[in-house]
């Protein structure tokens, strides 16, 4: 059976083991604290970065987007009555399909 004074040497142990880990908290809540102030500055520092890149990229993009659709404007035009033969064809077709799958 475990005297008295064990359970004093025991309690007292628990109570150092206590203070340290709380002691470890308070060190590691700060480390994290300084490693996110860091990681804070570096992110904001990439969004611009990044912010630059996608808008580069969506300018880019946009302007041929443009020129494309203005390449097929310009064959519709010149050739109005095969692009109405070929809608009207393509939406026989998907007719033919919708019916065939109701069946």
Request: one cysteine or more.
């Amino acid at each position: 059976m475990a005297s008295t004074y064990d359970k004093v040497k025991i309690h007292e142990a628990l109570e150092l083991l206590d203070a340290a880990a709380a002691e470890e908290r308070s060190d590691l809540r700060d480390m994290i604290g300084d490693g996110y102030d860091s990681l804070r500055e570096f992110a904001g520092t990439l969004g611009s970065e990044v912010q630059r890149e996608v808008s580069s990229v969506y300018k880019a993009g946009k302007a041929k987007v443009r020129a494309a659709a203005c390449d097929v404007d310009n064959h519709v035009h010149a050739n109005p009555w095969a692009y109405i033969g070929g809608s009207a064809a393509l939406g026989l077709l998907v007719g033919v399909l919708i019916a065939r799958g109701r069946k």
